[in-house]
T-cell receptor, first 109, second 116 residues
Framework: GQQLNQSPQSMFIQEGEDVSMNCTSS?????WLWYKQDPGEGPVLLIA?????ELTSNGRLTAQFGITRKDSFLNISASIPSDVGIYFC?????????FGEGTQLTVNP | GAVVSQHPSWVICKSGTSVKIECRSL??????MFWYRQFPKQSLMLMAT?????????EQGVEKDKFLINHASLTLSTLTVTSAHPEDSSFYIC????????????FGEGSRLTVL
């Protein structure tokens, strides 16, 4: 089946630092999505990417859909304590959504 | 817009009983809903795809007689864990795709099931 490799698994950063995480796959996806999940909550959609090469921003977040359609990255600039959580990438092919393993982000004040 | 609500948010039950979890799209119609299971510190695992008015499609390894899914309307899907056992304890999350939308999935808040 399709697999997404998400890295890093965890990050510990200081408030104000920039963060970058990425996902790669051996399969092509039509859509890349980035979600954030807080403990005990469902994932919340951050950014959706629909075209290869697309670069989209949402406030301090920027994500790109790789040209090969097999990868995507998410950048968070000037991190703040409330950025803490688990970030998941997800690739969509047809009706199926495949999730990465998640990146646990810890921001120290 | 695009709010998905799950109920209950947490439930504790005795082994052998059945538990029903509801997933509602509050402000949009969802022709397709998905049910996921998530273990601690792990990613979401798709259990089944639920289409309104038809039988759910289950992922390999998911017992359809144990996890009954009903998608009776465009705004409601239910997951019933039948004869629950402690190993069924998990975080269950639903998501809904907006009918006519660009394909984004909106997730519910999740339901924490603990089977004693």
């Amino acid at each position: 089946g399709q697999q997404l490799n998400q890295s890093p698994q965890s990050m510990f950063i200081q408030e104000g630092e920039d963060v970058s995480m990425n996902c790669t796959s051996s399969s092509i996806f039509n859509t890349w999505l980035w979600y954030k999940q807080d403990p005990g909550e469902g994932p919340v959609l951050l950014i959706a990417l629909y075209k290869a090469g697309e670069l989209t921003s949402n406030g301090r977040l920027t994500a790109q859909f790789g040209i090969t359609r097999k990868d995507s990255f998410l950048n968070i600039s000037a991190s703040i304590p409330s950025d803490v959580g688990i970030y998941f990438c997800a690739g969509r092919s047809g009706s199926r959504l495949t999730f990465g393993e998640g990146t646990q982000l810890t921001v120290n004040p | 817009g695009a709010v998905v609500s799950q109920h209950p948010s947490w439930v504790i039950c005795k082994s052998g009983t059945s538990v029903k979890i509801e997933c509602r799209s509050l402000d949009f119609q969802a022709t397709t809903m998905f049910w996921y299971r998530q273990f601690p510190k792990q990613s979401l695992m798709l259990m089944a795809t639920s289409n309104e008015g038809s039988k759910a499609t289950y992922e390999q390894g998911v017992e359809k007689d144990k996890f009954l899914i009903n998608h009776a309307s465009l705004t409601l899907s239910t997951l019933t864990v039948t004869s629950a056992h402690p190993e069924d304890s998990s975080f269950y999350i639903c998501s809904a795709r907006k009918a006519g939308g660009a394909g984004e999935l909106f997730f519910g808040e999740g339901s924490r099931l603990t089977v004693l």
